[in-house]
């Protein structure tokens, strides 16, 4: 099977390599990062933590220059091997007309965090044309399960393909599919439609995940995307944790209500989200998502 283009991949993480912590969006409190921390450095990873990050605007860390300042030196700094999150929260997309991408593609490293930090992984992808990772922040590592914790670090240092295997595959639209991943939040992918920094989906393979979403309001951003044509050339869709909902297939049947007859395979059960399971995944590189197996193969390495 031919497989299409991949974004750049950034160079595997190593034990040795410094790790640059960075706040994009909500405020910091020192003490949720201490769980998070002791794990990375137990992976054998030197952290850089600035008190830049710290910082409070209301319920942000920091003014948005001073979040998007100390983003960008992250990337630009040698030293600096991988940037993670220390949380998510609220706040990346108001960085993203504030980021240079053009400096941030010339200085490519690992980047991961999850949630409202799905903005970001975006634009990185998108507009700076690198893989990015779809994985823990400093805080949820630290609460996260062993396995979360192994994918982690499988992903980013170890320069082979890989699969991840739904831990609850439900198969709603039976089928294959192969196309560019996009990983990340509903709400955020709903809330950058129709903006400059929208990701364009056509012939992708896409996974979203939730938290506290009641079920008309799943429904609502389902249908707002889809009444956008964000969705008309999808290639697949996988469904990751939607805590909170009332009913453990609540989401199944929502999908759906709205999404159903559009063709394309659907998989739900994926261990990616809100939950102490959640697997690291790179965005913007290839994928086969397979919804009667209920698998997501990545036929590259996520890094080089």
Not at 73 to 91: K, M, Q, S
Request: a negative charge.
């Amino acid at each position: 099977m031919k497989f299409p283009a991949s974004r750049i991949r950034p160079h595997a993480l190593k034990p040795g390599d410094t790790l640059g912590i960075a706040a994009p969006a909500g405020s910091v409190d020192p003490t949720d990062l201490e769980a998070g921390m002791v794990v990375l450095q137990s992976m054998g990873f030197k952290l850089r933590v600035s008190d830049e990050i710290f910082a409070k605007s209301r319920y942000l860390a920091g003014t948005d220059l001073h979040r998007a300042g100390h983003l960008s030196r992250l990337f630009a700094d040698p030293e600096i091997d991988g940037i993670i999150c220390a949380r998510g929260g609220y706040g990346a997309m108001r960085l993203l007309a504030l980021l240079d991408s053009g400096m941030i593609a010339a200085h490519p490293k690992p980047f991961v965090g999850f949630s409202d930090i799905t903005a970001l992984l975006v634009f990185l992808t998108d507009k700076c044309g690198m893989a990015t990772f779809h994985g823990p922040t400093v805080t949820t590592l630290g609460l996260g399960d062993t396995d979360t914790q192994k994918w982690f670090y499988r992903v980013l240092t170890e320069k082979k393909p890989f699969s991840l295997a739904a831990s609850s595959p439900r198969t709603l639209v039976a089928g294959q599919a192969v196309g560019r991943f996009y990983c990340g939040n509903l709400t955020l992918f709903c809330h950058l439609t129709g903006t400059p920094f929208a990701p364009d989906l056509k012939d992708a393979v896409l996974l979203v995940e939730d938290i506290g979403e009641a079920p008309y309001r799943i429904d609502r951003m389902l249908t707002q995307m889809r009444l956008s044509g964000t969705l008309d050339r999808l290639a697949g869709l996988a469904l990751g944790h939607f805590e909170g909902l009332d009913a453990e297939n609540g989401i199944s049947e929502i999908v759906m209500d709205r999404l159903g007859d559009l063709g394309f395979p659907i998989c739900g059960g994926f261990g990616v989200g809100h939950a102490p399971d959640n697997a690291t995944l790179p965005v913007g590189m290839t994928v086969k998502l397979d919804a009667d197996a209920g698998t997501l193969v990545f036929p590259q390495p996520a890094v080089c």
